[in-house]
């Protein structure tokens, strides 16, 4: 299976900051089927960025995803309070669709 | 507004099936990928397997042994039936929706927490 490794396990950050998150895969994945969902405390995970860049309903733009092949990147531009949560990348590309450990942000 | 509702036993005995059922409304469950994720308390997101209207499935190959969904168009919900579980099985378990040849889950239940003990 596709293993997803996300980088750093744990950022510690200012609203404000611009934030990059990193996503490795295991092997090639089509970048029409990397995601990258957003989990609060308590809170079923919420759909961000699919197909690796396009942002889903309702997302600010202040989300962005870019990459291909192996990696692939979310980058919020300027972190508002309510981004202090957890972000998974998952792809569908290979089979069965995986998830990654998971980015957690917290607030400094 | 779709919304997906988890339903089912919160306690389950080692050995014995996890049976939870997923009701959608707002919209019909015709034409879309249902699946089943779960998570164990403070770790990540695992695929369970899906299904499309059609009666196709797919698991995941971890799990496929034991795993068996279904579904009851009539009254808009879908189920997972999970064999023999162990403490191993204990997470909250979400249903969740994609649209077809999609994996991208735009609508999610709140999850359900299923304990495995006895």
């Known amino acids: 299976e596709t293993v997803l490794t996300q980088s750093p396990g744990t950022l510690s950050l200012s609203p404000g900051e611009r934030v990059t998150l990193s996503c490795r895969a295991s092997?090639?994945?089509?970048?029409?089927?990397l995601d990258w969902y957003q989990q609060k405390p308590g809170q079923a995970p919420r759909l961000l960025i699919y197909?690796?860049?396009s942002r889903a309903t309702g997302i600010p733009d202040r989300f962005s995803g870019s990459g291909s092949g192996t990696d692939f990147t979310l980058t919020i531009s300027r972190l508002e309070p309510e981004d202090f949560a957890v972000y998974y990348c998952?792809?569908?590309?290979?089979?069965?669709?995986?998830f990654g450990q998971g980015t957690k942000l917290e607030i400094k | 507004q779709v919304q997906l509702q988890e339903s089912g036993p919160g306690l389950v005995k080692p050995s014995e099936t996890l049976s939870l059922t997923c009701t959608v409304s707002?919209?019909?469950?015709?034409?879309?990928?249902w699946s089943w994720i779960r998570q164990p308390a403070g770790k990540g997101l695992e695929w369970i397997g899906r299904?499309?209207?059609?009666?196709?499935?797919n698991y995941n190959p971890s799990l496929k042994s034991r795993v068996t969904m279904s579904v009851d168009t009539s009254k808009n919900q879908f189920s997972l039936n999970l064999s023999s579980v162990s403490a191993a099985d204990t997470a909250v378990y979400y249903c969740?929706?994609?649209?077809?040849?999609?994996?991208?889950?735009?609508?999610w239940g709140q999850g359900t927490l299923v304990t495995v003990s006895s």
């Open positions: 197909g690796a860049s």
């Open positions: 998952q792809q569908y590309d290979n089979s069965p669709q995986t």
């Open positions: 969740a929706r994609a649209a077809v040849n999609t994996a991208d889950f735009d609508y």
């Open positions: 299904f499309y209207t059609s009666g196709s499935t």
């Open positions: 707002g919209g019909s469950i015709s034409n879309y990928y």
């Open positions: 092997q090639s994945v089509s970048s029409s089927y």
